[in-house]
């Protein structure tokens, strides 16, 4: 994981989007202060310090961190301002095959928060944790699962719907969730509206969270 201290203070949130930015900005070269296409300068203009906060490698040796989420609020084993970083590769480094999200604090201490299944029922295809994540304030931790087998897409996917403990309580699928690949959401206390880009056919769906409302 790693932090990116600013010339001034910012919000939670935006530590948590940062800590992705270092290897987008390291890959595409961009600099401090770079204006965006609209003129505007780039929100990571004032970023200059880089530090290593801690590994986001669990005991199982899963690898490629993808979704990134800061925790809302304490309940259960979710700590508020802690971050959830969801695993993609296993620790063979085969993409599609993550299995777990551990948890972070701002000093840097890593927990497990949660180990899903490879072969979870409801889950076509296998497991294999994507960028999409999110942690809502009710306690539900919702993330996508893209898997593979032998170097292919071995299914469709799902959302994965976790409780506040780390454990599975509930699968999406179906026809509006194929390759769920990216998420955000609008939480609104007891209903959360999930918002979701699926990477193998292109469409964007939207859902509703365990509430099964929406």
């Not at 961009?30 to 669990?58: I, N, R």
């Not at 299944?117 to 539900?140: D, H, Q």
């Not at 690949?181 to 969270?209: H, I, K």
Request: charged share 10%; glycine share 14%; net charge positive.
């Amino acid at each position: 994981l790693i932090e990116m201290k600013a010339t001034r203070r910012y919000a939670a949130g935006l530590a948590a989007v940062v800590t992705t930015a270092a290897g987008l900005l390291a890959a595409t070269g961009l600099g401090a202060g770079v204006a965006g296409a609209s003129g505007f300068p780039a929100f990571v203009g004032p970023l200059h310090h880089v530090t290593t906060l801690s590994s986001t490698v669990p005991a199982n040796g899963d690898v490629n961190p993808y979704g990134v989420a800061v925790i809302p609020r304490s309940t259960g084993h979710l700590r508020q301002d802690n971050i959830l970083v969801s695993n993609f590769n296993d620790k063979a480094n085969v993409q599609g095959t993550g299995t777990t999200i551990v948890q972070i604090t701002p000093r840097g201490h890593v927990s497990l928060f949660a180990k899903v299944s490879r072969n979870l029922p409801g889950c076509p295809g296998g497991v294999g944790l994507t960028t999409a994540l999110t942690a809502l304030r009710s306690g539900w931790v919702v993330v996508g699962s893209l898997p593979t087998k032998g170097g292919s897409v071995s299914g469709s996917g799902c959302l994965i719907v976790l409780d506040r403990w780390g454990h599975v309580r509930e699968t999406f699928t179906g026809r509006h969730i194929n390759g769920p690949w990216d998420m955000t959401s609008a939480d609104f206390g007891r209903v959360a509206d999930l918002f979701v880009t699926n990477v193998l056919n292109g469409t964007v769906a939207a859902g509703t969270n365990a509430s099964g409302q929406g």
